[in-house]
């Protein structure tokens, strides 16, 4: 298995809004609680609980854009583009996420508008003002003070092509292998890297990308979003049900790895990643 020494950045993806579409970039900056600009907007319905392509496929049809200050351009089929600057963190209200309450700050009453005309349905987005306060880690796998965004549990993720490459290898040979092969963008996630062997982030446990370290915690355990197509929404049964047959990992169907950062920096399209640990 290589080391990763041959291995570089092949791709960087930032969502500014969570389970809407995002954007690739040459460069992103990496801050303590994920990419900067990365998931820091979030739909909620009237009871303050998040909402996701999970229930909400068309989700993926929409996209956002980070602006310069810290604002978001949302975009979706049939609506003019709204943008939006962060609100005043002026008084927050509580949301919860997977279980998990904490506090965040409501957008502007257009941005509620424009999310409820798309989805038909009353929903509020919302703003993380300060990760660094907000949203804890799970204590299991961070240390004292780490935090996250609005992801659904760690700073980043991270695939490889050469684990994609596998996994569509193994939906070929599967009963739904019309469905194949998948785009990476089934899996939204932050950093795709080149020039691994397929699987080999199962063995990692520290990594450097570019001038940037980080911890990985535990493979990422895959949903139902991976099985809706981001380009028309419809959903299907893979990969979930390849994942179940070859990449089941404990209790999770595995595919990517989580990561926290060691420290801040910045990491560019082309950097190498090390294999540290």
């Given amino acids: 298995m290589r080391t990763g020494l041959d291995a570089v950045v092949h791709g ?9 579409g995002g954007y690739a970039t040459a460069r992103a900056a990496v801050e303590p609680w994920g990419l900067a600009g990365d998931r ?11 909402i996701t392509q999970r229930e909400r496929p068309e989700l993926a049809l929409s996209s956002a854009a980070t602006l310069p200050g ?10 003019a583009d709204l943008e939006l600057d962060p609100p005043e963190p002026l008084a927050s209200v509580g949301v919860t996420l997977f279980g998990t309450k904490f506090k965040a700050v ?8 424009w999310f409820s005309d798309y989805l038909g349905a009353e929903v509020r987005l919302m703003h993380l003002d300060d990760p660094a306060r907000r949203r804890a880690i799970d204590p299991k ?7 996250v965004s609005f992801a659904d549990g760690f700073p980043l993720l991270v695939t490889t092509l050469a684990s994609l490459d596998a996994l569509n290898s193994l939906i070929a040979q599967g009963d739904h292998a019309s469905e194949g092969p998948l785009p990476m963008d089934r899996f939204r996630p932050n950093v795709v890297l080149e020039g691994t062997e397929a699987w080999a982030e199962d063995t990692w446990s520290r990594i450097s990308v570019g001038e940037v370290s980080f911890r990985i915690t535990k493979p990422c355990g895959r949903c139902v979003i991976t099985t809706t ?3 028309t929404a419809e959903r299907g049964k893979e990969p979930l049900r ?8 404990g209790r999770s169907l595995a595919f990517g ?8 920096g910045v990491i560019r399209i082309g950097d190498p990643m090390k294999v540290l640990a």
């Fill in 12 to 20: 960087i993806t930032i969502h500014p809004v969570k389970s809407v």
């Fill in 242 to 249: 390849t994942l179940a047959r070859h990449r089941m990992i």
């Fill in 70 to 79: 810290g604002g978001v351009r949302l975009s979706a089929p049939g609506r």
């Fill in 141 to 147: 796998y961070a240390q004292p003070g780490e935090t």
């Fill in 229 to 231: 197509d981001q380009h």
């Fill in 40 to 50: 820091r907007w979030m739909l909620v319905d009237a009871h303050g609980t998040a």
């Fill in 106 to 113: 409501a957008a502007a009453e257009a941005a509620h508008a």
């Fill in 257 to 264: 790895v989580l990561l926290i950062p060691e420290h801040t």
